[in-house]
């Protein structure tokens, strides 16, 4: 295997295990705590998800080709939520965020890990385009973990390694 084809295979199994950890983590909380904020700066687990997901969608939509900050995408709208959104509407965004980005991995060739593409007008390999969706992921998701590990305090079922008492 060559090491662009194990570094492809190894985003893809980075970015499944975030979103697992991710949806363990949400899984934990009521409806009524997806939307729930801890003060007037901060972000519910709702709009964070609403955040990946249009982060996602935008960046991997024809990845290759354009630039990964889509004209249409509303990025300030993904802080606010209207009404009161359901879980299977939050997660079906959600999802369909994630696919985008599956869906984008699985068509990437070896040859195009050097390639340039764009996000913002910057210049990016793909290495570098990836590794930076990574890390702002996994920044995200580490919030997520971290509201939802709050909500269900006594009660939150451990998603990693326990520590040893």
């Known amino acids: ?3 662009a084809a194990a570094y ?4 893809r ?3 499944t295990r975030l979103k697992k950890l991710a949806e363990d983590a949400l899984a934990q909380v009521s409806d009524e705590e997806l939307l729930v904020t801890l003060d007037p700066e901060s972000n519910s687990l709702a709009i964070i998800v609403k955040h990946m997901a249009g982060n996602l969608r ?3 939509t024809d990845f290759l ?4 900050e889509k004209p249409d995408r509303n990025r300030d709208g993904e802080f606010e939520i209207g009404g009161t959104p359901s ?3 939050i997660m079906a965004d959600w999802q369909r965020g994630w696919s985008v980005l599956f869906e984008t991995l699985d068509a990437l060739a070896e ?4 390639l340039e593409v764009t996000v913002r007008g910057e210049p990016l390999t793909v290495i570098q385009a990836l590794d930076r969706q990574m890390t702002h992921h996994a920044y995200h998701v580490g919030q997520i973990v971290f509201l939802a590990k709050h909500f269900r305090s006594s ?4 998603l990693s390694i326990r520590r040893k008492r």
């Open 155 to 158: 009660a939150w079922r451990n």
């Open 8 to 11: 492809l295979d190894d985003v």
């Open 65 to 68: 080709t354009t630039d990964g």
């Open 1 to 3: 295997m060559s090491a």
């Open 111 to 114: 040859d195009d890990v050097l």
């Open 58 to 60: 935008s960046r991997f």
């Open 87 to 89: 879980r299977e509407a």
């Open 13 to 15: 199994l980075q970015f």
